[in-house]
């Protein structure tokens, strides 16, 4: 969930970024003012949650006796993380397949993207065990993916801090050193890990040209935030 914080701060959780490990952090070391009602609202939902939460809106202005919940989330400094493509994309497959792509609810058949409000739900679409068969499919229906869905929470200039699950713990606690907010960084690192891909699921293999493919669809990800192979 994305998460405003003490200060008027907002986190945009981008999916398998970490995000759940920090939403965790903000909430144990009580930092937490309120949090979205579904998993991963981009910044364009964020910044209008009066449009497209309208009851969660209502409620946590009641709540927090304060109708400037809106203009809190849309001027508010912002952080998020993001990942290198090759491994979202290892982690995303290894994640989906130790749970056998299974949406609680969704029936035979069902189209699934319509089951969950997380923007990648569209990739469980093209389903497979066999890694470079789902990264084969990726690329033909759905080139350029995760550029797309960075640049539904981090567009350029809209968000002031941008860390990197490479270095998750590190980045936050600078970010948040760096937007006023006083923590404990020693009781931090001691944060366990949240949410992670099933351990019984290999780290998968490239087929090397699918992977040189990814680099370049995914160029301008590379690109903006640094990232090498």
């Not at 995000?19 to 309120?34: A, F, I, P, Q, Y």
């Not at 409620?59 to 109708?67: H, R």
């Not at 019984?200 to 990814?214: A, G, H, I, M, R």
Request: proline fraction near 6%; charge should be positive; charged fraction near 30%.
């Amino acid at each position: 969930m994305s998460t405003l914080i003490r200060g008027n701060k907002v986190f945009l959780h981008v999916p398998k970024t970490g995000g759940s490990w920090v939403r965790h952090v903000l909430r144990e070391e009580n930092l937490v003012k309120m949090e979205f009602p579904h998993t991963h609202p981009a910044i364009s939902r964020v910044e209008h949650i009066e449009r497209h939460y309208p009851f969660h809106f209502i409620k946590q202005s009641i709540k927090m006796c304060s109708l400037s919940i809106g203009k809190k989330l849309k001027n508010g400094t912002k952080f998020c993380f993001v990942r290198n493509p090759f491994s979202w994309y290892e982690s995303y497959w290894r994640y989906w397949k130790g749970r056998s792509w299974d949406i609680p609810g969704a029936g035979e058949g069902e189209d699934i993207s319509k089951k969950d409000r997380n923007p990648n739900a569209v990739l469980r679409k093209y389903k497979s065990d066999d890694f470079n068969d789902f990264m084969e499919t990726v690329i033909l229906e759905y080139p350029g993916f995760l550029t797309q869905m960075y640049g539904w929470y981090a567009p350029p200039g809209k968000v002031e801090h941008i860390g990197k699950t490479e270095s998750l713990v590190d980045d936050l606690i600078l970010i948040l050193q760096q937007i006023g907010l006083n923590v404990n960084e020693d009781k931090i690192r001691r944060y366990g890990k949240v949410n992670e891909s099933p351990n019984e699921v290999e780290s998968p293999k490239w087929n090397q040209d699918l992977k040189k493919e990814v680099r370049r669809l995914e160029a301008p990800v590379f690109k903006r935030f640094g990232y090498q192979e």
